[in-house]
């Protein structure tokens, strides 16, 4: 299995609601990244767990708040976000978080948008 | 500040001629460079990944280089095709501690049949 799933794949919330999005890895990876992807822009890193421990939190908003209840799941909870943070949300993992293996294997994403 | 660049936003070739795609960076000490491709809609998927003290990679249609002092790398498409069109970025990731994975700004290739 060399596939990080990703639900929900859609996935509309007003401003005033609670969600969460959700990854999961099988791969037996040890690291773990959220990204957010605006049109026509890269991917922007937000946090990375490495050995289910957060390890770099990008300066993201506290709206964001994710959490690694173990190696394979990454959650990511929504809470009182603003328009503007409508964008594709893509989770990643690596086999390391340093040396050679550490190419990232990505989800298909969550588009998100908030009304 | 740390910047990637990649050519141009857009790069339109004709089917059976080669892509060459460019990601400079400026501010950076990679270890590692890494190549994607990303289809819309889709998340990036790993291309190639060059270090720091290799000049040039292959695979099958692909091949990168890596210029540390010119902080620049070149990836080629050889005789591409309509299925080749997509977006393709680098990204970086520094040695030492961190384990950041940084991208660059993307160019999106078109071929044409």
């Known amino acids: 299995d060399t596939e990080v799933t990703q639900t929900p794949k859609h996935l509309v919330m007003g401003m005033t609601n609670k969600k969460s999005l959700k990854c999961e890895q099988h791969?037996?990876?040890?690291?773990m990244y959220w990204y957010k992807q605006k049109a026509k822009k890269p991917p922007e890193l937000m946090f990375v767990y490495s050995y289910e421990k957060l390890s770099i939190n990008e300066s993201v908003p506290s709206r964001f708040s994710p959490e690694c209840p173990n190696s394979s799941l990454l959650n990511l909870h929504l809470h009182a976000l603003q328009p503007e943070d409508s964008a594709l949300y893509l989770c990643a993992s690596s086999p390391s978080d340093r040396g050679e293996n550490t190419e990232a294997f990505f989800g298909q994403g969550t588009r998100l948008t908030v009304v | 500040s740390q910047k990637i660049e990649q050519n141009s936003e857009a790069l339109n070739i004709q089917e059976g001629k080669t892509a060459t795609l460019t990601c400079n960076y400026t501010?950076?000490?990679?270890?590692?460079l890494q190549w994607y491709r990303q289809d819309p809609g889709r998340g990036p998927v790993f291309l190639l990944l060059i270090r720091e003290n290799e000049k040039e990679k292959r695979k099958e249609r692909l091949k990168v280089t890596f210029d540390t002092t010119l902080k620049q790398s070149l990836f080629h498409i050889t005789a591409s095709q309509p299925a080749d069109s997509a977006t393709y970025l680098c990204a970086l990731r520094r040695s030492g501690a961190t384990n950041k994975l940084i991208f660059g700004t993307g160019t999106l290739l078109a071929v044409q049949p």
């Open positions: 791969m037996g990876h040890r690291a």
């Open positions: 501010n950076y000490s990679p270890a590692y």
